[in-house]
């Protein structure tokens, strides 16, 4: 009993000596979080839509007269010249034996065939085919109303990730859509007709103060952990252009800070970090 009392004391200091440090090791340790320096950077705001590859120059073709379509003479995605006869209309009635009537390519180019049955009756008001010229293609979106006012001549957008320069705006809206018809000379692997996805550049803002979205910590009123000297300091900010990954801060830092970016949520002003730089990401694609 007496060699039990004795060793007891001897545990207990055992103990508390090895568990000293962990505690000691507890106060050393400091949280390592992701930082950027703040650089003059570009964000934008687009709008994804669908839009349709065309021709640059493209052409309908009508019958002069009605009557029924007797004979095709071209096939679908043929090459056909200006002045071809592409298709004969009947316009024969019982009792009168009429010569049938000649269609003529108004232009050259390869065809797209709008009716393709013959015997379907066809008139002046109704198209034959569309010719297409593949030479200069375009890309034609409808741009809805709320970003109407934002598009011009020159505007920004991206066709399947190619970089497209508006070159054409309608200066009315659609009626029935409510829509801008919008168009830019588009090079790449596409085909007249094709559907493509269209980002719309409706916003831009170059050289300024840019993070991510992961960088803002706070509810209504938002702020940033800006680092120096080992430590982060809580500071509020005012933002700007938002998109879902990036924002543009107005006011609260200035270039050349390094601010949190990555890890702020669970940090306090003041709280000692160490910090991993990265490079700013590229202007946001997003809505």
Excluded: H
């Amino acid at each position: 009993m007496r060699r039990i009392s004795l060793l007891l004391p001897l545990l207990l200091l055992s103990c508390r000596g090895t568990s000293q440090p962990s505690r000691e090791g507890e106060r050393d340790w400091v949280r390592t979080v992701e930082a950027e320096v703040v650089r003059p950077s570009t964000i934008e705001r687009r709008v994804r839509l669908v839009g349709t590859v065309r021709g640059e120059n493209e052409a309908l073709v009508f019958p002069d007269m009605g009557g029924r379509l007797l004979k095709l003479n071209v096939r679908e995605g043929q090459y056909v010249r200006r002045g071809q006869v592409v298709a004969l209309i009947d316009r024969s009635a019982p009792g009168f034996d009429v010569k049938p009537l000649t269609v003529i390519a108004p232009a050259s180019g390869y065809v797209q065939l709008l009716v393709r049955d013959v015997g379907t009756t066809v008139g002046r008001d109704k198209p034959l085919m569309r010719i297409v010229s593949k030479r200069r293609l375009k890309v034609s979106v409808a741009v809805p109303e709320a970003y109407a006012s934002k598009i011009r001549r020159g505007t920004e957008m991206y066709a399947e990730g190619i970089p497209v320069r508006v070159s054409s705006v309608s200066p009315v809206l659609d009626p029935k859509s409510r829509t801008l018809p919008v168009e830019g000379v588009v090079s790449g692997p596409f085909i007249p007709g094709q559907s493509v996805l269209v980002e719309l550049v409706v916003e831009r803002r170059d050289s300024v103060k840019v993070l991510p979205a992961s960088a803002l910590v706070g509810g209504v009123r938002k702020g940033v952990f800006v680092y120096g000297g080992g430590k982060v300091r809580y500071v509020p900010v005012k933002l700007g252009l938002t998109t879902a990954e990036r924002v543009e801060i107005l006011d609260g830092i200035d270039f050349g800070d390094t601010v949190v970016v990555f890890g702020a949520s669970t940090l306090k002003d003041g709280q000692r970090v160490k910090i991993t730089l990265r490079e700013s990401s590229e202007p946001s694609s997003r809505p």
